[in-house]
């Protein structure tokens, strides 16, 4: 059984940085990524990074502001945020892909975890 189980959220003034882990379990070397979702609106990729963590992508609005990264020795994936604005607030999820390529498209994901609240006051 997979289980990913996300930490770092928090409440932080617009321009701050926080920091988001996703400890997984079950499963390891395989594509992760990190979704959102603000209140009312549809959940949006964010970052995705393949199975060595040699190639990254990300999704327009946090270029440059996010980093995403992983541990395979601790199984573990980060989602660095710098810069943050108040758009940016959000419950993020940590997901697992099954595929060989890392993907943006979130119905290529089968694990989700639980979610970490990001809120970013101006």
């Known amino acids: 059984q997979v289980q990913l189980v996300e930490s770092g959220g928090g409440l932080v003034q617009a321009g701050g940085s926080l920091r988001l882990a996703c400890a997984a379990s079950?499963?390891?070397?395989?594509?992760m990524g990190w979704f959102r979702q603000a209140p009312g609106k549809e959940r949006d990729f964010v970052a995705a990074i393949n199975w060595s963590g040699s190639s990254t992508y990300y999704a327009d609005s946090v270029k440059g502001r996010f980093t995403i990264s992983r541990d395979n020795a601790k199984n573990t994936v980060y989602l660095q945020m710098n810069s943050l604005k108040p758009e940016d607030t959000a419950v993020y999820y940590c997901a697992s892909s099954p595929l060989i390529s890392a993907t943006t498209d979130f119905k290529k994901y089968d694990y989700w975890g639980q979610g970490t609240q990001v809120t970013v006051s101006s």
């Open positions: 079950g499963r390891n070397m395989y594509p």
